[in-house]
T-cell receptor, first 108, second 124 residues
Framework: EIVLTQSPGTLSLSPGERATLSCRAS???????LAWYQQKPGQAPRLLIY???SRATGIPDRFSGSGSETDFTLTISRLEPEDFAVYYC?????????FGQGTKVEIK | EVQLVESGGGLVQPGGSLRLSCAAS????????MHWVRQAPGKGLEWVSG????????GFADSVKGRFTISRDNAKNSLHLQMDSLRAEDTALYYC?????????????????WGQGTLITVSS
């Protein structure tokens, strides 16, 4: 099973700042099969990025994904108030698919 | 508009059973694999089970293998999860999720739509 480790656990930033979230895999993720989700309190997760760098439908372009093999990054170029949430990465290149433990982006 | 609505959650004693359902609308249900993903209180996400578009393949997390069964009824646009021999560690919010790739298998890809979840509490 591929283990995903997200860092940092919590990111304290101000609106307008840039957020950089990391997701590291215990082994190479084939075909860049890596997705990112946003989850707000009391809500279901929302797909942001799939295929490591493709934005899902309706996702603003301030969200971008990059990386390959074992190192992936989600970048939020300028944080909006609605972006403060928990973010999860997911790999679907190995069986079973697995999620990281999450990074909380909180208001500083 | 894609909608996924889960039902069937509740309080059950250890060793008991529950059947979850998910009613889907707004997309061609039998074109996509469907999944169950759970989230224990205050914890992260865990894929539980998936079923291919035609029920030809099914997959389960090791933590539920042999205890949970997944099924779908394409005529009724519904997904089900039969949960037997429930344990305290199965306590979680269970989400129904649509696979993001047309014609995918039970292992699935990413999840582009999620329901709001149904809560299962296993406790005596």
């Amino acid at each position: 099973e591929i283990v995903l480790t997200q860092s940092p656990g919590t990111l304290s930033l101000s609106p307008g700042e840039r957020a950089t979230l990391s997701c590291r895999a215990s082994q190479s993720v084939s075909s860049r099969y890596l997705a990112w989700y946003q989850q707000k309190p009391g809500q279901a997760p929302r797909l942001l990025i799939y295929g490591a760098s493709s934005r899902a439908t309706g996702i603003p372009d301030r969200f971008s994904g990059s990386g390959s093999e074992t190192d992936f990054t989600l970048t939020i170029s300028r944080l909006e108030p609605e972006d403060f949430a928990v973010y999860y990465c997911q790999q679907y290149g190995g069986s079973p698919q697995t999620f990281g433990q999450g990074t909380k982006v909180e208001i500083k | 508009e894609v909608q996924l609505v889960e039902s069937g959650g509740g309080l059950v004693q250890p060793g008991g059973s529950l059947r979850l359902s998910c009613a889907a609308s707004g997309f061609t249900f039998d074109d996509y694999a469907m999944h169950w993903v759970r989230q224990a209180p205050g914890k992260g996400l865990e894929w539980v089970s998936g079923i291919s578009w035609n029920s030809g393949s099914m997959g389960f997390a090791d933590s539920v293998k042999g205890r949970f069964t997944i099924s779908r009824d394409n005529a009724k646009n519904s997904l089900h999860l039969q949960m037997d021999s429930l344990r305290a560690e199965d306590t979680a919010l269970y989400y129904c999720a649509k696979d993001g790739v047309y014609g995918s298998g039970s292992q699935g890809y990413y999840f582009d739509y999620w329901g709001q979840g149904t809560l299962i509490t296993v406790s005596s």
